[in-house]
């Protein structure tokens, strides 16, 4: 017995030792030719092309080379004429399923090629990498990952083929450009958002890998709806019978009196009545359908930011409806001047909570949600209010209220808070003959520094995980936005806002405090409606507007909300 041990110790310790020689050579081996040879060009690099262009065949593959004779290739021009059958490396940091990041780099051997491709639009938060506009992901799914964790690409790529096209189309591979809904141009057609949460250049996922699972889950969740007609049946139940849709188009007779020429001619104006339903304004149809898709999760505990309280209001009403634990942030400044909302969301069962962080508005409002999202995933809904935030939020805010729409030559709302007015053109995005015209809070003026004009002042970067236009001074710090209107003091805006502008199918234009004030009174007398402050903005673009029209054009204004949250504002401002 004692030599048979003695034995089997002798072996380990061979095999120690065979272990140690076998790495040390894999590393110099590595070493030679990926870093010393490359580097010198000496040894073409290999590497296997996987074509992607609709073939599920793995004959389709190519094997080529970089670096012939003694120069390598300037293989970043590659991209110039072959967008889509891009040769990737596989860097393996993990994915969302174990709690890191993946992402993809050209496999040519030299550092120069990764600056190369950071230049080019390498993302790794969100793990794509952008060509000549066209987005490239490697999304590893657990099919994947047994074969290519800790594996070298070389040993990936001397798999039996079967085996690598497996392997890669599992990881959904997916190019495509400017690309869910459509907008049509004269040569092309737009989907906005593609499958990564892009609008254009604009959106994304830019959040902790924390809140990568949970994101998932609910864009997996709000796709499943698209065939689920038991959950359309109930919401469309909750919507006619608890918040009294359809709203009504209501044509503003004085209002279009108001406006008329000297000749008598002028615009038609319609006000899609979104204040007349159940808390007073548009908010509620998506704080309905999330707080569904919430107990279909398994969700009880809600979260929500708000400004003019609007939101956090509908959020604790539809909590209060079906039972769940709501909880609101808003900014203290903006609790002083929505006291009332303050009092409805606590009367509704909500715990509200103040932010005095930074600006004490909505977008610190926003960021304490999103830290409690962070804190609290597994077992808390975060029903954000506009169409905003990472994907899929500004997808699925939007979706839920296309409602508004579905129920025209001129079409206009406030932006802000944002949902006032994408959830109305969605059904007239594609419709040539339909013009979006957007309003946003100008202040004190685009001059004075103090307004919230996002769009026509801002810049594009990255704000509560998706990127847009937003305000930012010199130094690339977020600058305190200003409005009258709680509903439109943001500092930011959705993506789908800043891709609608760049692409050329909304109009953008500005109005001050004082001209949302005198439309605020103007309305009111003239057609006995009082709007909110964020509608009043509108409101009073259309002194600008329907001058320029010709006579009998429809000009629809979608009033998101009544005027009871404003009155404490208006009546330091107005003498009536």
Not at 122 to 135: E, S, Y
Not at 454 to 474: I, P, W
Not at 496 to 507: I, V, Y
Not at 514 to 525: D, I, Y
Request: net charge negative; glycine share 8%.
């Amino acid at each position: 017995m004692t030599k048979l041990c003695r034995k089997i110790v002798q072996v380990n310790i061979k095999w120690k030792i065979f272990d140690k020689v076998s790495i040390f050579k894999e590393v110099f081996r590595f070493i030679w030719e990926k870093i010393i040879v490359c580097s010198t060009g000496r040894k073409p690099v290999r590497y296997r092309r996987l074509s992607r262009r609709g073939s599920s065949s793995p004959a389709m593959e190519e094997v080529e080379e970089y670096g012939v004779g003694d120069r390598l290739t300037a293989s970043c021009s590659g991209y110039d004429s072959d967008s889509d059958l891009v040769t990737l490396k596989i860097s393996i940091l993990g994915d969302c399923q174990i709690g890191k990041t993946s992402f993809v780099i050209k496999y040519v051997g030299d550092e120069q090629e990764k600056r190369c491709l950071e230049m080019k639009g390498l993302n790794l938060m969100d793990k794509t990498l952008v060509v000549r506009g066209a987005r490239i992901a490697f999304r590893i799914w657990d099919t994947a990952i047994p074969i290519l964790i800790g594996t070298k690409f070389d040993d990936f790529v001397q798999l039996p083929p079967d085996i690598q096209w497996s392997v890669v189309t599992q990881q959904h591979s997916i190019t495509c450009d400017l690309t869910g809904q459509s907008i049509s141009g004269q040569d092309t057609v737009v989907q906005r958002p593609d499958s990564f949460g892009w609008f254009g250049e604009f959106g994304g996922k830019y959040v902790p890998e924390t809140l990568v699972h949970a994101l998932d889950e609910l864009e997996t969740a709000f796709n499943s709806l698209a065939t689920d007609h038991d959950f359309q049946k109930e919401l469309d139940g909750i919507l006619r019978d608890y918040v009294g849709r359809e709203g009504p188009l209501y044509f503003v007779e004085r209002l279009t009196e108001h406006y008329k020429r000297p000749d008598g001619e002028g615009p038609l104006i319609y006000l899609k009545r979104e204040d007349l339903n159940h808390t007073g304004a548009h908010k509620i149809n998506n704080a309905v359908a999330q707080a569904l898709l919430a107990k279909r999760l398994g969700k009880k505990h809600i979260i929500a930011e708000t400004g003019a309280g609007q939101h956090g209001v509908a959020t604790a009403t539809v909590c209060a409806r079906f039972g769940l634990e709501c909880v609101i942030y808003m900014g203290a400044q903006d609790m002083e001047r929505q006291a009332l909302n303050v009092f409805r969301m606590r009367l509704l069962g909500a715990e509200v909570r103040a932010v005095h962080s930074g600006t004490a508005t909505l977008k610190d409002a926003t960021s304490e949600a999103i830290r409690d999202w962070v804190t609290n995933v597994e077992t808390t809904h975060y029903i954000l209010g506009s169409v905003a935030g990472p994907h899929p939020y500004p997808m699925t805010v939007r979706e839920f209220h296309a409602v508004i729409g579905k129920e025209k030559q001129a079409l206009e709302s406030g932006v802000g808070n944002q949902t006032c007015l994408l959830h109305v053109l969605e059904e007239f995005v594609d419709d040539k003959d339909v013009r979006l015209i957007e309003v946003e809070a100008a202040g004190f003026g685009l001059d004075s520094g103090k307004h919230a004009a996002t769009l026509t002042k801002g810049e594009v970067r990255v704000l509560h995980g998706a990127m847009s236009y937003l305000l930012q001074d010199e130094d690339g710090q977020i600058v305190e936005p200003h409005s009258i209107s709680a509903g439109l003091d943001y500092t930011g805006v959705g993506p789908e806002h800043s891709f609608l502008k760049d692409f050329g199918r909304a109009e953008y234009h500005s109005i001050t405090d004082e001209e949302a004030l005198e439309a605020f009174k103007g309305l009111s007398r003239l057609e006995g409606i009082i709007p909110a402050l964020e509608t009043s903005h509108a409101l009073a673009y259309l002194e600008k507007l329907c001058p320029t029209l010709p006579s009998g054009t429809k000009v629809v204004l979608n009033c998101s909300g009544r005027e009871d949250k404003d009155v404490q504002t208006a009546i330091k401002y107005l003498k009536v």
